[in-house]
């Protein structure tokens, strides 16, 4: 055999699907550290349905602030919105949090937070909410 097609039969198992497949599976767990991303879909999934107004939050992030504030002081105080219809996810101490915000970027079509859920539905940022606040559009998805 020519030293050239001993190269190539050397190479094709590298280039072959599975291969690639595999390497790509392994480069997964090794980025989530082996997480079980489908455990980790259901837990959020399960708390975005199990409340009408659900913010996933960093706590020191000044989007997720206006955002929560405008729930605070505009539906929450006046009552509007009862607290146990409400839930804030704090991820910057979850140890699942990157996950959560690739999970995100899958649900929602990006991973940066706040991403504020009403009845299930995304409806943006904090941007998103101060402006629908201002519109007088946020109450009715309520
Ligand atoms: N326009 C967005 C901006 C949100 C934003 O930039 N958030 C930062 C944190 S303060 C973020 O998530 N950065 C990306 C990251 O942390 O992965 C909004 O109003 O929600």
Same mark, same amino acid.
């Given at each position: ?27 997964w767990?090794?980025?989530?550290? +082996?997480?079980?991303m489908? *455990?980790?879909? =259901?837990?959020i999934?399960?708390?975005i349905? +199990?409340?009408?107004v659900?913010?996933?939050? =960093?706590?020191y ?7 929560k =504030?405008?729930?605070? *002081? ?17 991820? *910057? ?15 929602? +079509?990006? $991973?940066?937070?706040? $991403? ?7 409806? +943006? ?5 101060v402006q629908?606040?201002?519109?007088? =559009? ?5």
């Amino acid at each position: 055999m020519s030293p050239v097609s001993l190269i190539f039969r050397r190479l094709i198992p590298y280039s072959s699907k599975s291969y690639l497949k595999q390497s790509q599976r392994s480069f997964w767990n090794f980025i989530s550290q +082996g997480k079980n991303m489908g *455990d980790i879909k =259901k837990t959020i999934e399960a708390r975005i349905a +199990g409340k009408k107004v659900v913010i996933i939050s =960093k706590s020191y992030c000044p989007f997720c602030v206006k955002a929560k =504030k405008v729930f605070q *002081d505009e539906y929450l105080k006046p009552g509007l919105l009862k607290e146990d219809e409400y839930d804030v996810m704090e991820i *910057d101490n979850d140890p699942n949090c990157e996950e959560i915000q690739q999970l995100m970027s899958q649900m929602t +079509g990006a $991973r940066s937070v706040p $991403r504020v859920f009403i009845n299930g539905n995304c409806i +943006g940022g904090g941007d998103e909410t101060v402006q629908l606040h201002s519109q007088g =559009k946020l109450k009715a998805l309520l």
